[in-house]
Structures are given as structure tokens and as C-alpha cells.
Nanobody
Framework: QVHVVESGGGLVQAGGSLKLSCASS????????AGWFRQAPGKEREFVAA????????YYADFVKGRFTISRDNAKGTVYLQMNGLKPEDTAVYYC??????????????????WGQGTQVTVPS
């Protein structure tokens, strides 16, 4: 079973940018569908963005459209989440999930996949 690790989180001022990465230390995730989710304190985990294995099909939550971009470099076995125009309400732990099942809108199929430990993103108000 593949294990994934997220990186790239940190503290950034409102309006700033961060780029998160998701990769596996054991085997490539280039053939897996992948997605990003987040969980803020006291809230449920929510879908952010997803991409199929090829990168040709992507889905986004409405609250990140135009600000966040999911992409992947299969040669490097890495999935990215470029986050621009960050807001205090984007503060959360961001998780990467991968799965080989057909990708569904809203990343529903990824909930049953493999998850990383998360990376903290903090945007002070």
C-alpha cells in the first residue's frame, strides 16, 4: 500500500501564496487519482481539489475556484496544490489523499483511499 507525505505548509499573511506537495517515499503515485482536503479546528474535513492520474480532469470546491490550482508532475510522482490569495478562513490542516478508484466529482472516491498526515496552513487574521 502506498503512503503519502504532504509538505509545504506554513504561516503566510493574508493575500499570500503557498504551494503544497504530496508524494510517496516508497513508490510513485503517478498512476493514482489524487486530491486535497482540509480540516479546520472544530470543523469537518472538507474537499478542496482533485485530479485524475493524468492531470486532465480536475475538480474544485467552489470556495477555492480561481485561487487554488491542483496539478501534478508524474515524472516526479508529485501532486501539488498552488494556493494564491490566501484568507484567514483557509487556515486548516491540509491532507492529500490518493486512490486508484475512478475519480468522482467532489473527490468522494478519495475518502476511501490513502491519506497523509497533513500539513498545517495558517493565515492570521
Amino acid at each position: 500500500q502506498v503512503h503519502v507525505v504532504e509538505s509545504g505548509g506554513g504561516l503566510v499573511q493574508a493575500g499570500g501564496s503557498l504551494k503544497l506537495s504530496c508524494a510517496s517515499s516508497e513508490r510513485t503515485i503517478s498512476t493514482y487519482n489524487a486530491g486535497w482536503f482540509r480540516q479546520a479546528p472544530g470543523k469537518e474535513r472538507e474537499f478542496v481539489a482533485a485530479t485524475d492520474w493524468s492531470g486532465l480532469t480536475t475538480y474544485y470546491a467552489d470556495f477555492v475556484k480561481g485561487r487554488f490550482t491542483i496539478s501534478r508532475d508524474n515524472a516526479k510522482g508529485t501532486v501539488y496544490l498552488q494556493m494564491n490569495g490566501l484568507k484567514p478562513e483557509d487556515t486548516a490542516v491540509y491532507y492529500c489523499a490518493v486512490d486508484s478508484a475512478p475519480l468522482l466529482s467532489g473527490g468522494l472516491s478519495l475518502f476511501a483511499g490513502t491519506w497523509g498526515q497533513g500539513t498545517q496552513v495558517t493565515v492570521p487574521s
